[in-house]
């Protein structure tokens, strides 16, 4: 459970507040002679200014596909490239733009719940099992449901925080 609100946090970190952040391009796929292949993996990515991405492919023959693949995401930026590097300029954030990005923060919120509740699915699974093994008595078995109630209550209020806090930071002017 602790993985999942991890990685839900990890995602937060790439939906933009209006700075450049190398992050805000870690979801971002390429289809790389047929294979879908991390942008990170393909591309130095460094941020010369507070409001400039600048992406510089390992493989001159691989910006078409990396623009592409930016312009397809949901990252809501226009690349241009000069043959050598492709740049991301970051515009201000317009109110429009903040709710489209809260909207994108609460799916990537309900993904890490539903993480969570199928860690706690599969631990119920398991309970049942040593239940009908004859292992474990239905008393433990309600007090080991009951803990584990606790555990994916406060694992989801976890991912709460961190969505209450980054949709603050976005919505921010």
């Given amino acids: ?7 839900t946090s990890n995602e937060f970190s790439t939906v933009r507040t ?7 391009l870690d979801r971002v796929q390429v289809d790389y002679y047929g294979a879908q292949t991390p942008l990170k993996q393909l591309a130095n990515i460094s941020t010369p200014e507070a ?4 992406i510089t492919p390992y493989d001159k023959s691989s910006i ?3 623009e592409k693949a ?4 949901d ?3 226009t690349p241009s490239n000069d043959g050598q ?5 970051i515009p201000e954030l317009t109110e429009e733009r903040r709710r489209d990005l809260a909207k994108v923060l609460h799916r990537l919120a309900e993904e890490g719940r539903i993480s969570v509740r199928n860690v ?3 631990v119920m699974h398991d309970l049942r099992e040593l239940k009908s093994e004859g292992e474990l008595g239905a008393d433990d078995e309600r007090r080991a449901e009951a803990e584990l109630q606790k555990l994916t209550d406060a694992r989801i209020g976890d991912i709460d925080v961190a969505l209450a806090n980054k949709e603050q930071e976005i919505l921010e002017v």
């Fill in 75 to 77: 990252v809501g930026l």
């Fill in 64 to 66: 078409k596909s990396i």
């Fill in 1 to 7: 459970m602790h993985k999942a609100v991890e990685a």
């Fill in 85 to 89: 590097i492709i740049r991301l300029v």
């Fill in 18 to 24: 209006g700075r450049a952040s190398p992050h805000l």
């Fill in 70 to 73: 930016i312009l397809e995401s």
């Fill in 120 to 122: 706690r699915r599969d």
């Fill in 51 to 54: 409001r400039l991405l600048s």
